[in-house]
């Protein structure tokens, strides 16, 4: 059993490390908060960390806000080679935010998932300036 214990953890791991690696928001391109933004299924999110947390900005075309009440959403972040898991609560009108334990280095790969309010599963990845 001790190996069947190692084979799911190791496939746990793999599934993990397949999210934290995949796709990544563009270099360079800026939302209007100043954060980096990437375009999924129609949808924007603009990732804005702070020395205590991390924010993220929904918006459709045009900037257009699209609301967060009733988001359930997270954020995976991987640093130094461990992962933690953020709670990410909504701020209206379009804002989802979570608390960091400490700040995030250069380099910390971040993947918000979840479910938005309408419905739409959202997945978006982004790496710390």
Do not use: W
């Given at each position: 059993?001790?190996?069947?214990?190692?084979?799911?953890?190791?496939?746990?791991?793999?599934?993990?490390?397949?999210?934290?690696?995949?796709?990544?928001?563009?270099?360079?391109?800026?939302?209007p908060?100043?954060?980096a933004?990437?375009?999924?299924?129609?949808?924007?999110?603009?990732?804005?960390?702070?020395?205590?947390?991390?924010?993220?900005?929904?918006?459709?075309?045009?900037?257009?806000?699209?609301?967060?009440s009733?988001?359930?959403?997270?954020?995976?972040?991987q640093?130094?080679g461990?992962?933690?898991?953020i709670?990410?609560?909504?701020?209206?009108?379009?804002?989802?935010?979570?608390?960091?334990?400490?700040?995030?280095?250069?380099?910390?790969?971040?993947?918000?998932?979840?479910?938005?309010?309408?419905?739409?599963?959202?997945q978006?990845?982004?790496?710390?300036?």
């Open positions: 059993m001790g190996r069947n214990v190692a084979a799911t953890l190791g496939s746990s791991v793999a599934v993990g490390l397949a999210l934290i690696t995949g796709a990544y928001a563009h270099d360079g391109v800026k939302g908060h100043g954060g933004v990437l375009e999924v299924a129609g949808h924007h999110v603009e990732f804005v960390p702070s020395a205590t947390g991390l924010t993220f900005f929904l918006t459709a075309e045009a900037d257009a806000p699209i609301a967060s009733g988001a359930k959403m997270k954020a995976l972040v640093e130094g461990k992962t933690a898991q709670e990410l609560t909504p701020v209206e009108p379009n804002q989802l935010a979570g608390k960091l334990a400490t700040p995030l280095a250069s380099g910390a790969k971040i993947v918000v998932t979840g479910i938005l309010s309408d419905g739409h599963t959202l978006a990845k982004f790496v710390t300036p």
